[in-house]
C-alpha cells in the first residue's frame, strides 16, 4: 500500500491567499484526521471524519479553516484566507475503524509557508 | 479533559546503551489507548509502540518497550541497544475509546556514537 498521500509536500503563499490541502487516506481505512504541526502547540487534531462524517471539528481554530470528505478517498483542508500564524505543517491521518484501539498511520505532512 | 506531558524536551543516548523517556498523562477513563510515536527530520510520524489500558502486561516490539503504570498513569519507553536512526523526536500520545489522538510536547533524542 502506498500508505498517506498529501499533497502538495510544501506551498509558500501571501497572506490573503487560499490555500488548499489534500489527502487520500489509505484504501480501507474509515476514519481521517487532520493535525497541525507548530513550534508553539506542538501537535494538535483539527478536525476527524468517520465514514465521510466529521465527528469533531473543535480544532478548528476559527472559521478560515473549513474541511471536507466528499468520498472515502479524498479529503482537503482549505484555509481562506491564509494568515503569517497559519504557516505549520499540516498531517493528515487515517486508521480503520472508529475506536481507538486502532493506530492511525500519518501522511508525510504539507509545510506551509504564508508570507 | 485529557492531558499529556513529557518533561523531557532532550535526551541524549551512547550508541548501543539503553535510554528511557518519560511521559505522564491525566484522564478521568477507564477504556484508553496509549502510543509512541518518532518523527525523525524528515517529519514523518512512525508508530513505534502502543498500550491498551486493559492490558496489565508492557508491550514490546524488538528493542522497543514501555513501563506502563496505570495506577500512576505514567508511560515510559525504554529503547535499548540504541542505534544511530534513533535519533529522532518522540511523542507519547493519548487516544481514548471514540476519541481523538492527544500529543505530549514531544522529546528529542540524540545518540552519540
Known amino acids: 500500500d502506498a500508505g498517506v498521500i498529501q499533497s502538495p509536500r510544501h506551498e509558500v503563499t501571501e497572506m490573503g491567499q487560499e490555500v488548499t490541502l489534500r489527502c487520500k487516506p489509505i484504501?480501507?481505512?474509515?476514519?481521517l484526521f487532520w493535525y497541525r504541526q507548530t513550534m508553539m502547540r506542538g501537535l494538535e487534531l483539527l478536525i476527524y471524519f468517520n465514514n465521510n462524517v466529521p465527528i469533531d471539528d473543535s480544532g478548528m481554530p476559527e472559521d478560515r479553516f473549513s474541511a471536507k470528505m466528499p468520498n472515502a478517498s479524498f479529503s482537503t483542508l482549505k484555509i481562506q484566507p491564509s494568515e503569517p500564524r497559519d504557516s505549520a505543517v499540516y498531517f493528515c491521518?487515517?486508521?480503520?475503524?472508529?475506536?481507538?484501539?486502532?493506530?492511525?498511520?500519518f501522511g508525510p505532512g504539507t509545510r506551509l509557508t504564508v508570507t | 479533559a485529557q492531558t499529556v506531558t513529557q518533561s523531557q524536551p532532550e535526551m541524549s543516548v551512547q550508541e548501543a546503551e539503553t535510554v528511557t523517556l518519560s511521559c505522564t498523562y491525566d484522564t478521568s477513563e477507564s477504556d484508553y489507548y496509549l502510543f509512541w510515536y518518532k518523527q525523525p527530520p524528515s517529519r514523518q510520524m512512525i508508530l513505534v509502540i502502543r498500550q491498551e489500558a486493559y492490558k496489565q502486561q508492557n508491550a514490546t516490539e524488538n528493542r522497543f518497550s514501555v513501563n506502563f503504570q496505570k495506577a500512576a498513569k505514567s508511560f515510559s519507553l525504554k529503547i535499548s541497544d540504541s542505534q544511530l536512526g534513533d535519533a529522532a523526536m518522540y511523542f507519547c500520545?493519548?487516544?481514548?475509546?471514540?476519541?481523538?489522538?492527544?500529543f505530549g510536547q514531544g522529546t528529542t533524542l540524540q545518540v552519540k556514537p
Open positions: 491521518a487515517s486508521s480503520l475503524g472508529k475506536r481507538g484501539s486502532y493506530e492511525q498511520y
Open positions: 500520545a493519548y487516544r481514548s475509546a471514540i476519541g481523538k489522538l492527544i
Open positions: 484504501s480501507g481505512h474509515n476514519s
